[in-house]
């Protein structure tokens, strides 16, 4: 896992949500009691098992975790599964594209705002 951390840091790919799934990955190996490194497609099967919660695009993220550790693990010597990406899902947000009058509001509106006191403890903000 910490070779997989290193190479995506080395690629300028964030390494915090790869931890993240890692850490899900090994806890669910500890709670199955995973004594043998080898992953295999019922061990992946299982684990999606539980991921009843997840939406399309976490699990296409989390897939891509897996694809990429058990193809390092399986390229250095450990003889894996190694899972296919399911179908890329297509994102339904539609953007919103501001006017330049929009964001000249959004600027004046937020030049308006003072701060109320210089202590780095507190947040309060107004608007004068």
Known sequence: MRLLLERNSSAG?????????????DDFANAC???DPHITEEFVRKWRGTRTADCDRTLYAKYSVWSQLTAMMSRNGCA??????PKQPKSDFPPYIFTREQIKA?????????LYDIHMGKCISYRY
């Open 80 to 85: 894996c599964f190694i899972p296919r990406l």
């Open 13 to 25: 790919i964030s390494a915090q949500r790869t931890k993240w799934v890692l850490k899900e990955f």
């Open 33 to 35: 009691k995973l004594n």
């Open 106 to 114: 959004i600027f004046a509106a937020s030049d308006e705002y003072r």
